[in-house]
């Protein structure tokens, strides 16, 4: 089970529920823990009742999938880990390096890397070994357009940057939306 980090605050929390919920009218299930939950519906204020509105439904409802047990097993069941990231730099040197601690391979199609302002690079079909790293760089390699994989790196075939070089959240979500991993360096943004 992740833990929330230690720098991040209530209102971090509930400011990063009401840009998950913009998406889709709903927050991605099994997303947040049970803490940054209860800690962010006690910042709801009669404002974010009116310019948030749903975010206090959306976030019982959340609990309530917590207090079912349906969350059980979605967050770090796939025992992968956000082992590194570097974030300065162009495109074509800032990464993430993911860990897989499962006893088994794993598929990476539909997973994704997320930061705390939505920006998503989503995998294609690449299988990551037991055990086995995988460097997720953020540009291309000379001579391509598309993502694609060579060796232990991944390559995003991202023309801009993602990672804010001040700090950030890095956040591995799973097939589902489902989080598995959760990495803060520096200061992220508001």
Known sequence: MLAPTAAASPSA????????HARDDKLTPCRFTKNQ????????????????????????????????????GKRGGAKLRIVRVRATGPAGKESITIRNLAGKTVNLRNYALR???DHVIKFRSTKLKRGARLKVITGCRKGHHKPFRRGSSYYACRSVEVWDDA???????????????????GTPPA
């Open 115 to 117: 930061d705390s302002t």
């Open 167 to 185: 700090g950030d959240v890095v956040e591995l979500l799973g097939p589902g939306g489902g989080l598995l991993s959760r990495k803060q360096y």
């Open 13 to 20: 929390d509930l400011a990063a529920m009401i840009r998950d």
């Open 37 to 72: 939950l209860n800690n962010a519906r006690m910042q709801i204020s009669g404002d974010i009742d009116v310019y948030g509105k749903g975010i206090r439904t959306a976030i019982n409802r959340e609990l309530r999938r917590w207090r079912d047990g349906k969350c059980r």
